[in-house]
């Protein structure tokens, strides 16, 4: 019962687990990705980016218990950031962000529900009719949609529209006030990103530009150019509370929570499984 329910666990009992330092040194690896990764992810769903970090550690925990998969990194998506901004900007918009972040939660409060209700009823094989080949084809969508969606942040060019022709046709129409200094930046960032991954892989190339380009901006002060940043993070634990639950759309939540929960399923047991077959491991 323990093997099948917490296999993480059973894992660690046996001593199977690699040296402290390994492990160690593993974790600072992955935290070094996951911190901009979070920040990131959190804005691109809408949310305030200190929202993404105190998501992102929960899961560690669980699925260190939970899982089976030995390599696979547990944090926040584009997919699901992606379909929670597509979901709650039509229902909230951006004017409440308290009622936005209270959306967000029960979002994701019904994709959990969703998952455990289907791991104990056991639709884990529908993992089976998922092909690779579905899976790269979601995520070069998602990627342009990314993309796409950014184009604004990175440019400054007023960026408007559902769909990714749309947002593509506007970014073409005002690409006249693109905002220099800004596109600069981000350039820069992405720039710096390639050349550590590729001059030294083993460096966490995303935590070092991030780092790079706040002291960048910090030093030389350069928001007085026009360049906009995230501003002051909340220090400190967040307070936990009840929302307030009147006048929730949870039939809209609920619908958008059962796609969310497929793409995310989807998208982990494949990459877990490329991870475990290296190795010859069963996930």
Not at 93 to 107: E, F, K, Q, S
Not at 180 to 199: F, G, Q, S, Y
Request: glycine share 10%.
């Amino acid at each position: 019962m323990l093997t099948r329910w917490a296999p993480g666990l059973a894992g660690l009992r046996e001593g199977r687990g690699a040296p402290l330092r390994v492990d160690l040194l593993a974790g600072l690896s992955v935290s070094a990705y996951l911190i901009p990764q979070a920040l990131a992810y959190a804005a691109l769903a809408g949310l305030s980016p200190i929202v993404g970090l105190w998501a992102a550690l929960p899961p560690l925990l669980i699925y260190a218990i939970l899982g089976s998969s030995r390599q696979l990194s547990v944090g926040p998506e584009s997919t699901t950031s992606l379909m929670t901004a597509a979901v709650l900007v039509p229902l909230v918009g951006g004017n409440d962000p308290v009622r936005y972040a209270t959306y967000a939660a029960i979002l994701a409060i019904l994709v959990g529900v969703l998952c455990l209700a289907a791991g104990i009823i056991g639709l884990g094989y529908l993992a089976n009719l998922l092909s690779k080949p579905v899976l790269v084809g979601y995520l070069f969508g998602i990627a342009i949609a990314m993309v796409t969606g950014q184009l604004e942040r990175i440019s400054g060019v007023p960026v408007s529209g559902e769909s990714v022709v749309e947002q593509v046709r506007a970014f073409a129409s005002g690409i006249g006030q693109v905002h220099w200094p800004t596109l600069m930046m981000a350039a820069a960032v992405l720039l710096c990103v390639v050349a550590v991954e590729r001059a030294t892989p083993r460096l966490p190339g995303p935590l070092i530009a991030v780092l790079g380009a706040a002291a960048v901006v910090a030093v030389w002060s350069l928001t007085r150019y026009g360049i906009d940043v995230v501003g002051a993070i909340p220090a400190g634990a967040p307070s936990p509370a009840v929302p307030a639950l009147a006048d929730v759309p949870v039939r809209e939540l609920l619908m958008a929570a059962v796609g969310i929960a497929v793409v995310a399923f989807s998208d982990n047991i494949l990459t877990a499984r490329a991870f475990a077959a290296r190795v010859g491991e069963t996930v």
